[in-house]
């Protein structure tokens, strides 16, 4: 049964504060307060989130559950140049079959749970425009950090406390071309009792990324970065036994191109390099799109092609780590929507159709082929139970379709429902369940800002 001591109390905030005498914020409010509240409910058929098959170690394989968020805060600008904002974020979970234990990281030593974190610091932070007239943006505090299409960084927004959190500091310079963001932070753990700033981050990184668009080559964008990802905990495990370090950076550049007479295009390529507990780290992924967008047919249809890949570990002996992390980029909704893989050892073939029936109304359907990208490395939904250093169980793990409508209603409010059907081939069937899976949802989420002076 779903506790109700914090489900009634935040729906009794959505009905005080949807009343329709309450006026929206304006762009020149001083004091402005916000809020958003999102619940889904999902069911997850042979499957959980870190098994796959009907005889999961741990959890059911058929659960249903309920996930609700809130996020409530305060945004004060009393000039053009100053934001200082504060926003807490709640996440909680209900009736989920999987335990929490299930969630615990033994590089951390302590729980990082995806689904719920209580009362916790989300977006706060003083951010400075052009201090002393130097053109630059300072922001120092909590926030998200992400650019691009979300692949090499992003919120994970999907994830119920959000993916990636940050502690940081950012400079950016914006020019009539594009921008640069240099960095340095590091990211949230979500423990989901103990308050963030009394136990340890993850990884320490610095780094930056830039946008430039060229006003000829057909406008054409480029986006360049490098960044590390350091963890000196020594917790990490090499392939000879020894315990050590993560040391890692990456670099590489992203290539754009919107609205080619109707054609939408992107390359990433990025390369990951430095030390695994005293393994060389030898890594690499790359994502490819082509879209072409029929704007003056009926619904405004668009299909798209991708094509994900994520290197994998070739020989689990040799001193080289060779498998791809997925850096600090999103995933929810980039690798199939019932999010069994990760941007590691992947290969992964998509087709897309999107339409809009209504400007209110969004459909989505994708195909997915999924194979690793090496046979002797592991399917990263569980990477501890699904690895075959034989290699003799192949590549082929399977083929997903999904399906995502999304209504934006008025007042702020937003429905979304999504189903989607996974079939397992050769490298599932041998190692996890020989049984297709299935996973519906449903999303209201609401969002709201007043002005109060």
């Not at 963890?231 to 392939?239: C, K, L």
């Not at 999107?354 to 490395?377: G, N, Q, S, T, V």
Request: aromatic share 18%; proline share 4%; hydrophobic share 35%.
């Amino acid at each position: 049964m779903i506790r109700t001591k914090k489900l009634f109390p935040a729906l009794a905030g959505f009905l005080i504060f949807s009343s329709p005498n309450i006026a929206q914020a304006a762009a020149d409010d001083t004091l402005v307060f916000g809020m958003s509240m999102r619940f889904r409910y999902e069911f997850q058929d042979n499957f959980n989130q870190k098994y796959y098959g009907e005889y999961p170690k741990l959890g059911s394989s058929d659960d249903g559950f309920l996930l609700g968020r809130l996020r409530a805060g305060f945004d004060y600008k009393p000039s053009e140049k100053i934001h200082l904002a504060l926003w807490l974020q709640d996440s909680e979970c209900w009736d989920m079959a999987l335990p929490d234990s299930a969630f615990y990281d033994g590089k951390l030593g302590m729980e990082n749970n995806p689904n719920k974190d209580q009362w916790e610091l989300w977006d706060t932070y003083l951010e400075i425009r052009e201090p002393a007239d130097i053109p630059l943006t300072v922001k120092v505090g909590r926030q998200r950090i992400f650019y691009g299409d979300k692949r090499i960084f992003g919120p994970g927004e999907w994830g119920n406390t959000g993916r990636w959190i940050w502690d940081a500091a950012k400079l950016s310079h914006t020019f009539q071309e594009g921008f640069v963001d240099a960095y340095y932070g590091r990211t949230m753990v979500h423990e989901p009792i103990e308050f963030s700033l009394n136990h340890r981050h993850y990884f320490e990184s610095f780094g930056f990324y830039g946008q430039y668009v060229a006003s000829g080559l057909y406008s054409i964008g480029f986006e360049p970065f490098f960044m590390g990802k350091r963890d000196d905990h020594e917790a990490y495990t090499g392939e000879d036994g020894r315990t050590g370090n993560l040391d890692a950076y990456y670099g590489g550049l992203r290539i754009f191109k919107n609205d080619l007479q109707g054609f939408d295009g992107s390359l990433t390529y990025v390369r990951q390099f430095g030390d695994y507990a005293g393994d060389d780290i030898r890594a690499y992924g790359y994502h490819a799109l082509l879209a072409y967008n029929l704007k003056h047919v009926g619904m405004k249809p668009r299909v798209s092609v991708e094509y994900s890949f994520a290197s994998g570990d070739s020989d689990p002996g040799d001193g080289r780590h060779e498998s791809f992390d997925g850096a600090f980029g999103a995933r929810d909704t980039m690798y199939g929507r019932m999010n069994l893989f990760h941007w590691m050892n992947l290969k992964d073939a998509q087709i897309n159709l999107e339409i809009r029936p209504r400007d209110w109304f969004y459909l989505k359907a994708e195909f997915h082929k999924f194979r690793l990208a090496e046979e002797k490395d592991a399917w990263y939904l569980n990477a501890s139970t699904y690895r075959d250093k034989s290699g003799i169980s192949g590549d082929e793990v399977g083929r997903e379709f999904d399906l995502v409508g999304k209504f934006d209603l008025p007042k702020g409010n937003t429905i979304q429902v999504g189903f989607g059907h996974f079939w397992p081939d050769e490298f599932a069937e041998k190692l996890a369940s020989i049984k297709e899976a299935n996973w519906v949802f449903v999303e209201w989420m609401y969002k709201f800002s007043t002005g109060i002076f």
